[in-house]
T-cell receptor
Framework: AQKVTQAQTEISVVEKEDVTLDCVYETRDTTYYLFWYKQPPSGELVFLIRRNSFDEQNEISGRYSWNFQKSTSSFNFTITASQVVDSAVYFCALSEIGGKLIFGQGTELSVKP | SQTIHQWPATLVQPVGSPLSLECTVE??????LYWYRQAAGRGLQLLFY??????ISSEVPQNLSASRPQDRQFILSSKKLLLSDSGFYLC??????????FGPGTRLTVL
């Protein structure tokens, strides 16, 4: 069965600190997608990134970076120089190709000024 | 790019009353559509998904039903609401990119 674990329920940092959100997944499939979504206080889930299981290249987008390691079944998300606007709940998710999305329980990030 | 609309944004309903939540999608054709519920405590629960008009799959037996009368319209309904139906309901659309995009959500409180 597929499973996504986000062990960090809540993280609190001070603005400008770097922060890493952990995501560990389980799947028997060799082909799958991994995702990160952001849920700000308004509630809407905002898509951040999708990674194909065949592409282990790390990705950087501005202050955001993602580290995908198949050997440890992890897809961690780092925010560099965090800002108050980064405060949100972040979800990691997994899907088979064409399959349903399996979400982790989310990590609530609080960035204090 | 896709745009997903949901209404109403918030709703307060008494126990036993009916429910109709609507989701419409712009910017894509033949999407897979999904209804999720997020209760307090954060976890997202998949309720229904649809791969086409009139095709509905239910993930969790419960007091709710879904319908897809048009390609880009997805409706969540109930004949009689329960207290446990309270939550935040999210509609998602998945087009050709195998990525689900979410609407703004409906916050439902059943009293």
């Amino acid at each position: 069965a597929q499973k996504v674990t986000q062990a960090q329920t809540e993280i609190s940092v001070v603005e400008k600190e770097d922060v890493t959100l952990d995501c560990v997944y389980e799947t028997r499939d060799t082909t799958y997608y991994l995702f990160w979504y952001k849920q700000p206080p308004s509630g809407e889930l905002v898509f951040l990134i999708r990674r194909n299981s065949f592409d282990e290249q790390n990705e950087i987008s501005g202050r955001y970076s993602w580290n995908f390691q198949k050997s440890t079944s992890s897809f961690n998300f780092t925010i560099t120089a965090s800002q108050v606007v980064d405060s949100a709940v972040y979800f990691c998710a997994l899907s088979e190709i064409g399959g349903k999305l399996i979400f982790g329980q989310g990590t609530e990030l609080s960035v204090k000024p | 790019s896709q745009t997903i609309h949901q209404w109403p944004a918030t709703l307060v309903q008494p126990v036993g009353s009916p429910l109709s939540l609507e989701c419409t999608v712009e910017g894509t054709s033949n999407p897979n559509l999904y209804w999720y519920r997020q209760a307090a405590g954060r976890g997202l629960q998949l309720l229904f998904y649809s791969v086409g008009i009139g095709q509905i799959s239910s993930e969790v037996p419960q007091n709710l039903s879904a319908s897809r009368p048009q390609d880009r319209q997805f409706i969540l309904s109930s004949k009689k609401l329960l207290l446990s139906d309270s939550g935040f309901y999210l509609c998602a659309s998945e087009g050709l990119t195998d990525t689900q995009y979410f609407g703004p959500g409906t916050r439902l409180t059943v009293l």
